[in-house]
Each structure stands twice: as structure tokens, then as C-alpha cells.
């Protein structure tokens, strides 16, 4: 039988999306529903002096009104963050408390702070609108890098300071610049970006008065983490009286990990008010609410010898979490973010220091890539500079420094296992014809244009992860993954996993994988996930894991089927189970060639009686059924890595810049399915490209958004990229039976660089902020002539 | 409220709503038809593109009751007899699909842009497509599903 790991499958989910029938939150309407709608502050920073509800309570259709002082008098727990880290001097961080429902201050535009349940949608408006709330509007703290010299926000953190970590040694690093021929410095601010999952947050909540059980359909990433959450820190109900469902959910991105206000808060009220009730986020509600993504401010010096050898490195941060801490909000700028900062290259000596700070705004978390999109932000400008200051060419001086042993142990944590850099950028320069570029660049300047070339070479650690290893970091769960395989009596299975799937294509993508350690066909399967009233207790999927993570479990739950199996088989032909083969779904006996498929060994495991001849199969020691679960837990994070390359074309007149080519090599180890492999590899440089070229969050200094909606916020569009060129290397992972690597961030990780470096090439190496918008490289066009005009 | 009649996906339906109703609600709240998305309220995203007589428009920003009497088709109404329309087909050959969330939209969009275009260039693909964002693909296997439909319809 022809393995279906490796194989173009097209998608199982697909026939359901295309025809319309995909299941989202929004979709889901109850029997009797109420419909709520927030009210949130207006401002950025402001004392809340009373909430008047009367009016809004006699509205036409107010079913009720709740408020931070309800929500607190019920005792009802507030979000958190999900990773205590640890400042240089030893201290815990800092974290305010972050109630459902604001009571006391409101910290940032759109922070909810009373909800209002009404019979249709605009009598929930109507009502909202008349709920009075008295506010003492109070200076707000909006910049990160002004942060810690303004007013203290939160009671109790200090200069707004959440942490100030760091990672590797200052003193190492010190001796290493002393000896250094030179030191390559930049600035950089790693700009806001808001997720934009195309499907808006929203919840319905359904609460049985009779069982008093509570089910919640979401958009969530990881229906049982927000379970836990809900039940453990927000006292909402007991998880075994918690229902949450996370159905079809169009897109995330790392914004819908969290556990949000408005699901604990409708969860809470439908068993205060006995009626169901669904909230759908107008787009504009995401904006202001969905966690955010970056927001560092950065300064990092690398040192570096004539001849190109890098010495050391350092980096100062200073990383914005918004107002609160979040699930991942204080780790995404640490451990997700300094490991990764001496990027793909042996660097002897190295630290990151990051401060986190409060401000003003929403809470910044996970954003596809999450800490390594900054990381390598860091690190490849600096080598691009690096090799433009010593006149040497981009890929050698990258060349010169890549690891050539594997396991590579970095100076900083990561120990990676297996790669080949070299390879990677010897492919990427091939397929970009990087020998032409001049040639390229000629014939755009006899065209007025300016053609730059940019590079950048990247690794990650994904995967996430050891459980033992984030465990001692400050991660609060384990990162393992679960899996369970039901065979059932009449030959179909039923996968469950405990990732989610919101684009990544999980349907199609484990079956081909449990399908091949099976030996049945896909269409026999079917990948159950998103319910936690299904299936084993997971941790979902963010931060490319669900592969590497939960698809071994997978295959460790179809083991144990195959060694039960194994076993029953041999009892049905009566042989030692040592004598039997299992192979292409076929158990056979070695010596008679007699076999019994796994369909057959199935239906006998659900037989243990004996009747006429019939006799029990199910060997002494063994109980009735044919289910296996497995927990795994990776020994090592997964390291993809690769070199992109892209070329852009400036037209000095108006500052547009055109992504003319884009080049990307990537090692993802083993790919179980390649169609999906390039999709999240083209909508990852499209993201990046994005972030490098388009997007930015910008609030005014009063702390409003500026950018709310699609009129305002940049979102990439079909006309905005060229065809991407991919390909691939493989190095198999070694801390996973399949060999195989995390795919999904590594685009949105390699590509702001790449472009950020094409750009700067084409302005002759002036620096330029990110997003290169055509005001801001018209601009530096200008400057440029008027330097060129000089030097002439 | 307001009496509206249209014919949606072949079928008449008369309903009594609002006056202010936007086609997306008409559709999705009125006659269950959930395929029809809403991803943002300006008219921006296209995830709420239908056909009003035979053209793509958003729905999000279409008072129902403006085209009463008009035949509207939405992504319920595409596939035929069981089958994919072409582009359906298309979009799934070519990976042209990861959450699902926009794709209603976008397959509307893109069957209105090989009615008035037959072989579009990449380029017209990718203007047209403008207004439709989607956040999961970087659109190149939307244009290659847009590209394979177009030798089949």
C-alpha cells in the first residue's frame, strides 16, 4: 500500500467550507437566546465612579444587566497569565488582577466593563447605550518606551515594569566586544499588528438548568485550556459541569488562545439569567479587544571581526504587554523571544535583556511566529548591516557563521537537533537567481526604479513543547498533546485529537498519518476535535505544534492499537503473537501466511464471549474493545529553518514598493502532506510581508485606536504580493518518530526581514521603520538624492 | 417592519423584518443560511459576497428590503445536483481554502469575475480579488483555483 504520509491529499474539510456549510460560532443560534452586547470604556485610562443601569434595565427587550460589581460580588475570577517569569535580580513578575467586567478603573479603550442581555440584537444596543457610566478620565501611558518613566498604572508594579529578564551573560558578552574590529548597531521598532482572524470572536452559551451544566461554543484555539482556565481561576463552574466546544473557527493566529472577558462573562450570566445568550464581536470590537501582536522597541549591537566572524551579541528590549498579562503575553517577548535572537548563527557570547511593560492599550500576546518573528527581525538586520559595513557579500558573511555540526548546542538554550543551513541558502540563491540580481538591479535603474535584494536566514524553535523544560521556565501547564483512537466494531475509527484546527487542516492531515500506521483507507477516519466532551483533555494548537506534537500521539495511540491487535490475532490463528507481521493493514501469520485484516481483529476485540465455535479472541490479561490513548510529551522543541530571499522594486516618485520576487526554502523535516505545507508557508510570508510593508496598530497619545477598522488598518490584499517560489530541504526532526517539523509560523517569521532587507538594499542602506509604507520610502528617496546630489 | 420577497437559491421566501435588515441578516437570521459570513461591517473583507441577479454584491452593506423581488445566490446555492461547481472543485484541487471563513465570499466573487472575464491574467485575478481578504492562503492558491475554474467553466 502507498503511503499516504508525503502524498497531495486534498482536503476532507473542504467540501463542507466550499458549500457553505462550515459551523462557526456565529452560525449557532439556541432556542430562546438572549443577545448580548458589551458596553466598554471610551477611554484609554479612566477612574470608573459609578455605573447607573436603571434605565438601561427598563429598555425595550432588557432582559438583564450585569457589571464589574456582580461579576465580583459572585466571586468570579479574572483572566491570567499563563507563564510566571522571573526578573534578572530574582523577583517574581509583576501582574495586576484583570476582572471580566471592569469595576474599578478601566485600563484600555474597549475594555468591558457591564454587559446587557436583551431579547433581539439592537434591543441590546439600545440597551447598552443607556447604561450611564461615570468616569474620571485619567492621563494615559501609551508608548512603551516612555512607560516606565510615566505615572504607574496598575497598583503595585513599579514604573509599569512587569519584569526585567535576561538571558545569557553580560560579562561574556562584554569581553567578546572588547575584542571585536567592529560593532554593528540598529534601533528597531517591531510594529503592533492586530491578528485580523477573518471570523470575529464571538460565544454562545447554553446553561441546562436542569443538569446545571455549561456549554460554551467559542472561537477558541484550545477548547480544554479555556475550560481549565474558566473553571480553575475563574470559578465559573466545575470542569466536569463545563461544556466548551470550539466548532469550525475561521482563523487565529495566536489571538484566539486567550480566554476572553466576554466568554467568562456570558458563561457566568446564562446561569444567572437561565437563558442561553450568544455575543458576536463586530469587527471593530476585535480591534480594540483581541490581543495584539509585537510592540517591541529594540536596540542590539552585534560584534563582529574584519574578516566577518561574529563575536558576540546583545539585545535590549523593551516588549509592550498592554494593559494585562495575558496567556502567553510574558513569555512570547522571553523564552519564545531570546533563544531565538543569535538566529541560525554560532555566536560565542550573547544576552537578551527585555523589559515588559504596562501601557494603555489591549493586551499584547501570541502572533503567528510569536518572540521568534522579533528575534529574527533582531538578528538579520544586523548581519545584513553586518555584511554591508565590511563590504562582504549577504549569504557569505551568513555562510561564514552557520553551525556545520548537528546537534547544534546554541550559546543561549536551544540544543537543535539536526538542519543544514548551508544547503538551505545554497538552494535559495539557485532558485533566485541570485547571481543575476545586479544585472536585475541595472535594467530597474534605467527604468527610474530602485531594485533591492534582501536576505534572511532563519531557524525556530516550535513544537511547544517539553513539558519539563517550559515547565521549569514558569509555564503553569504542561505542553504535551493527547490523542485517542477508536476502532470501532464495524471497521471506522474516530481520531481524537487535542489540537484544534482553524485553517491548519487537521481533518485531512492526521488521517493520512493514522490512516498509514493503520493500514486503512482515510475515508474509514474521522479526526474528532474542538468538543471536550470528546476526546482526551489537549492543550490545542498554537505555536506549530499540533504536528509535532499531537500528531505523535497520534501515531502512539495507533501503536498501542496495532500491539493490541497484534496480540488477538494471534490467539485468532493461533500462533505466538511473535510469529505475527502487521503490515498494510493485515495481520500475518509468519509461517502459515494465514491473515486476519485489522477490520476483522476489530470486530473479534468487541467479541469476548464464546458461542457455537466461536470461541473468545481476547488473550488472558487483555479487556474487550479495540481504543488506545496516548499522552506525548516531546523530548525537544522541533527547529525549522530556512533562507528566503525577495527582491523589490522602488518607485522613487511615489515611494511604492513592489514585491517583485520572493524565494523561500524551508526545512520542515518530513511533510505529510506538501499541498498544506505550502499554503501555511504562503499565507506565513504573507503575513510577514505584511507586517513589513502594510500593517501597523497605531494608537494617539490619548490611547485611542486609530486604526479600528478595515477603512483604517492596512490588511494585505491579492493585489499586494507576487507568486511566491518555494521549496524545501529536509533534515529529519530526531525528537519525534516521524521526523517532522512545525510549519505554520515559520513564513510570518523568515519573511518581515527578507523584505525589510530587500528594501533598505534598494535606499542604499538607510535605515527604515517597519512598515515601509510609500510615505516613509518616498521620503527616504528623497533624502537619498539629496546624499547622492552632494557626493556628486 | 417591511414585507421582503426575493427568491434566494431558486426558492421564494417572503418574510416580515425590520426596515433596516441587511441581506447578510435577512440570509443568515431569516432563512438559516449561515454560509454567508460577516467579517467586518464596512464592505471591506467580502466574506459576505452573494449574487443579486446574477452580480456579486456584499451583503453587509445591502438593505434587503432595497431589492425586494430580486433573485439572490449565495454559496448554498452553487453546487448542483450534488456536484461542486467548477470553482468549488477548483478551490479544493488547489488548496485554495484553509479556515473557510472567507472562501464563501471569495468562490462568489471569483464565479462573477469568469462571468464577465472568461481568462483573466494573474494580475486581473489578483485586482478583482481586492475586495475579498483573506488572512490564511496569501492568495496564491486562489489565484491558481480562479485560474484552473476558468478552463472549466
Known amino acids: 500500500m502507498a503511503s499516504l504520509v508525503g502524498s497531495r491529499v486534498e482536503r476532507k474539510e473542504d467540501t463542507r467550507f466550499l458549500q457553505g456549510k462550515g459551523r462557526y460560532t456565529a452560525d449557532i443560534n439556541i432556542a430562546n437566546q438572549t443577545y448580548a452586547v458589551f458596553v466598554r470604556s471610551p477611554h484609554a485610562r479612566a477612574k470608573i465612579k459609578s455605573v447607573d443601569t436603571s434605565k438601561a434595565l427598563k429598555s425595550s427587550g432588557v432582559v438583564g444587566v450585569l457589571t464589574g460589581k456582580e461579576i465580583a460580588e459572585d466571586k468570579i475570577g479574572g483572566l491570567i497569565a499563563g507563564w510566571a517569569i522571573r526578573s534578572e535580580d530574582g523577583s517574581e513578575m509583576k501582574v495586576p488582577a484583570n476582572p471580566p467586567l471592569a469595576k474599578d478603573v478601566a485600563n484600555f479603550v474597549g475594555e468591558p466593563i457591564a454587559v446587557v442581555f436583551a431579547e433581539t440584537l439592537d434591543e441590546a444596543k439600545e440597551g447598552a447605550e443607556k447604561v450611564k457610566v461615570d468616569y474620571k478620565v485619567l492621563k494615559a501611558v501609551v508608548d512603551p518606551a516612555e512607560a516606565m518613566k510615566s505615572e504607574a498604572i496598575h497598583d503595585g508594579v513599579d514604573k509599569n515594569l512587569c519584569y526585567d529578564w535576561l538571558l545569557g551573560d553580560r560579562k561574556a558578552v562584554d569581553e567578546a566586544f572588547a575584542k571585536a574590529d567592529k560593532i554593528i548597531k540598529v534601533d528597531l521598532i517591531n510594529n503592533r499588528l492586530v491578528p485580523n482572524a477573518m471570523e470575529p470572536r464571538a460565544c454562545v452559551v447554553d446553561y441546562n438548568t436542569a443538569s446545571e451544566e455549561i456549554t460554551l461554543y467559542t472561537t477558541s484555539q484550545n477548547p480544554h485550556l479555556s475550560r481549565l482556565v474558566m473553571s480553575a481561576f475563574g470559578g465559573v463552574a466545575p470542569e466536569n459541569k463545563l461544556r466548551v466546544v470550539a466548532p469550525d473557527v475561521g482563523g487565529g493566529f495566536g489571538s484566539k488562545i486567550n480566554v476572553y472577558n466576554e466568554e467568562i462573562v456570558c458563561s457566568w450570566a446564562s446561569k444567572k439569567i437561565e437563558r442561553p445568550i450568544k455575543w458576536v464581536a463586530e469587527r471593530t470590537e476585535s480591534f480594540l479587544t483581541d490581543t495584539h501582536g509585537r510592540d517591541h522597541v529594540t536596540h542590539a549591537e552585534l560584534a563582529v571581526s574584519n574578516d566577518g566572524k561574529f563575536l558576540g551579541f546583545k539585545n535590549e528590549t523593551i516588549a509592550n504587554l498592554g494593559a494585562y498579562a495575558r496567556v502567553f503575553g510574558t513569555v512570547t517577548p522571553t523564552y519564545l523571544f531570546g533563544p531565538c535572537a543569535t538566529g541560525v548563527y554560532v555566536i560565542p557570547a550573547a544576552y537578551s535583556n527585555v523589559k515588559a511593560v504596562y501601557t494603555n492599550t489591549a493586551p499584547v500576546d501570541a502572533y503567528r511566529g510569536a518572540g521568534r518573528p522579533e528575534a529574527t527581525y533582531t538578528i538579520e538586520r544586523l548581519v545584513e548591516k553586518a555584511a554591508m559595513e565590511l563590504g562582504m557579500d549577504k549569504t557569505e558573511i551568513r555562510m561564514k557563521n552557520f553551525p556545520t555540526q548537528f546537534p547544534f548546542k546554541q550559546t543561549l538554550v536551544h540544543t537543535v537537533d539536526s538542519g543544514d543551513y548551508v544547503a538551505g541558502l545554497e538552494k535559495a540563491k539557485q532558485m533566485a537567481d541570485y547571481a543575476g540580481f545586479e544585472a536585475r538591479r541595472k535594467k530597474s535603474e534605467a527604468n527610474g526604479k530602485l531594485r533591492g535584494i534582501g536576505v534572511s536566514s532563519y531557524f525556530e524553535a516550535c513544537g511547544i513543547a517539553p513539558s519539563a523544560a517550559v515547565m521549569s521556565l514558569g509555564c503553569g501547564v504542561g505542553l504535551w498533546e493527547s490523542a485517542e483512537v477508536r476502532f470501532n466494531p464495524t471497521g471506522q475509527i474516530s481520531v481524537f485529537t487535542g489540537a484544534h484546527s482553524h485553517g491548519q487542516s487537521h481533518d485531512t492531515t492526521f488521517a493520512q498519518i493514522a490512516a498509514d500506521e493503520l493500514g486503512v483507507p482515510m475515508e474509514n477516519i474521522d479526526v474528532v476535535h474542538g468538543d471536550t466532551d470528546k476526546g482526551t483533555f489537549g492543550m490545542g494548537t498554537y505555536g506549530s505544534r499540533s504536528l509535532t506534537v499531537g500528531g505523535i500521539a497520534i501515531v502512539n495511540a495507533c501503536k498501542k492499537i496495532v500491539a493490541k491487535g497484534k496480540r488477538v490475532a494471534a490467539k485468532m490463528l493461533e500462533v505466538n503473537e511473535d510469529e505475527i507481521e502487521f503490515k498494510d493493514g493485515e495481520f500475518v501469520a509468519l509461517k502459515s501466511n494465514k491473515k486476519k485484516t485489522i477490520g476483522e481483529v476489530a470486530f473479534a476485540c468487541y467479541l469476548p464471549g464464546q458461542r457455537d465455535e466461536m470461541k473468545s479472541p481476547i488473550p488472558e490479561g487483555d479487556e474487550p474493545g479495540l481504543i488506545e490513548s496516548s499522552f506525548f510529551d516531546p523530548a525537544n522543541f522541533s527547529f525549522p529553518a530556512g533562507s528566503h530571499i525577495c527582491e523589490v522594486e522602488i518607485d522613487p516618485d511615489t515611494g511604492n514598493v513592489k514585491v517583485e520576487k520572493y524565494t523561500a526554502v524551508d526545512d520542515f523535516g518530513r511533510i505529510v502532506n506538501p499541498m498544506i505545507v505550502e499554503g501555511q508557508v504562503h499565507g506565513g510570508i504573507a503575513q510577514g510581508i505584511g507586517q513589513a510593508l502594510h500593517e501597523n496598530t497605531q494608537y494617539d497619545e490619548t490611547g485611542q485606536l486609530m486604526t479600528a477598522s478595515y477603512m483604517d488598518y492596512t490588511m494585505p490584499r491579492a493585489d499586494n504580493f507576487p507568486e511566491f517560489n518555494l521549496g524545501f530541504t529536509c533534515t529529519h526532526a530526531t525528537s519525534n518518530p516521524l521526523g517532522v517539523k512545525g510549519c505554520g509560523e515559520a513564513g510570518a517569521i523568515a519573511s518581515p526581514p527578507t523584505v525589510m532587507n530587500a528594501v533598505i538594499d534598494a535606499l542604499g542602506g538607510q535605515e527604515i521603520s517597519m512598515p515601509a509604507t510609500a510615505e516613509k520610502v518616498w521620503k527616504a528617496c528623497k533624502t537619498m538624492k539629496k546624499s547622492n546630489a552632494k557626493a556628486a | ?153
Not at chain 2, 18 to 26: G, K, R, Y
Request: aromatic share 4%; net charge positive.
Open chain 2, 1 to 153: 417592519m417591511t414585507k421582503v420577497t426575493l427568491e434566494v437559491n431558486g426558492k421564494k421566501f417572503s418574510k416580515e423584518v425590520p426596515d433596516h435588515t441587511l441581506l447578510s441578516v435577512f440570509l443568515r437570521d431569516n432563512l438559516n443560511l449561515t454560509g454567508t459570513h460577516v467579517g467586518c461591517d464596512t464592505s471591506q473583507c467580502g466574506a459576505c459576497v452573494v449574487h443579486v441577479n446574477g452580480k456579486s454584491i456584499k451583503s453587509c452593506s445591502t438593505l434587503a428590503a432595497d431589492i425586494e423581488g430580486s433573485k439572490v445566490t449565495t454559496i448554498e446555492g452553487l453546487a448542483k445536483d450534488g456536484r461542486l461547481h467548477p470553482m468549488q472543485a477548483a478551490f479544493k484541487k488547489t488548496h485554495g481554502l484553509q479556515c473557510g471563513y472567507c472562501t464563501p465570499g471569495m468562490v462568489m466573487s471569483a464565479v462573477d469575475l469568469l462571468q464577465t472575464k472568461k481568462n483573466p491574467s494573474d494580475q486581473e485575478i489578483r485586482e478583482w480579488l481586492e475586495g475579498n481578504i483573506c488572512r490564511c492562503t496569501g492568495y496564491q492558491n486562489i489565484v491558481a483555483a480562479v485560474k484552473e475554474a476558468a478552463t472549466k467553466m
